[in-house]
């Protein structure tokens, strides 16, 4: 249990941190409840979600996908019913796909309309210039936590950083780092969801899932407004 008391939290926290994830009676006893169903009764606010669609990794969803090329390499957007469920950047569009695939393995991958095309285009916008706040419908999947720690992301101005400490500051955790890292590492919605923006202490561009190279050019983007290709 952590010193905040909060059961809700203490499971979510057990899922940010673990390197696979944990089963409901583990999560259980993390929350503090008698039994896994009563979790389970429990859970979905704490989440954002209902626990079936935490893990069922798309399953009876219908999800748009595009790939095409951008300045930063490859670029992958993907999106549900709901809104963009994923920005993915590399080098190899194929890698960029598969892995979407295995995260949306229970999907439909359908063809996208022309609302759909409309949002690649917004978010190819945003690779050229990251510092232009996008009004882009979401589809935030994660924890209570994770979210709360997505939403600090989006708060942080273009052009600026933040560090692991301050961001875990600001989102009421001072003393889980680790798990505010992990919610960054976590996140699907590159540049939308701006985790470009948290640095280490000493300013060092670590830890970014898309390559450290991408993170500094688009941190550069921001700061003199010029888009401009990797090299």
């Known amino acids: 249990m952590t010193g905040d008391g909060n059961p809700i939290e203490a499971a979510c926290r057990l899922i940010d941190e673990a390197e696979t994830p944990p089963g409901l009676e583990a999560l259980a006893a993390a929350a503090g409840f008698s039994s896994s169903g009563r979790f389970y009764e429990a859970v979905p606010a704490a989440l954002g979600m209902a626990p079936g669609r935490y893990r069922a990794k798309g399953e009876g969803e219908r999800v748009s996908v595009a790939i095409g090329q951008s300045s930063l390499g490859a670029l992958l957007v993907a999106a549900s019913a709901k809104g963009v469920c994923a920005i993915a950047l590399g080098p190899d569009p194929e890698a960029l796909l598969n892995a979407f695939l295995k995260d949306f393995e229970g999907a439909e991958i359908v063809a996208g309309d022309a609302g759909f095309e409309a949002l690649v285009a917004q978010v190819a916008g945003l690779v050229e210039a990251p510092e232009r706040a996008a009004d882009l419908p979401l ?19 273009p052009g600026t950083t933040l560090s692991y400490s301050e961001l875990a500051a600001r989102v009421g955790a001072p003393r889980a780092m680790r798990a505010v890292a992990a919610a960054c590492g976590a996140n699907r919605l590159a540049i939308a969801v701006p985790c470009h923006r ?19 050019a688009l941190l550069a983007r921001e700061a003199a407004h010029e888009p401009g290709p990797v090299s």
């Open 139 to 157: 589809d935030l999947r994660g924890t209570m936590f994770q979210r709360r720690v997505w939403a600090a992301l989006r708060e942080i101005p």
């Open 198 to 216: 948290v640095v280490a202490k000493d300013g060092a561009l670590t830890g970014y899932r898309w390559g450290v190279e991408r993170k500094a």
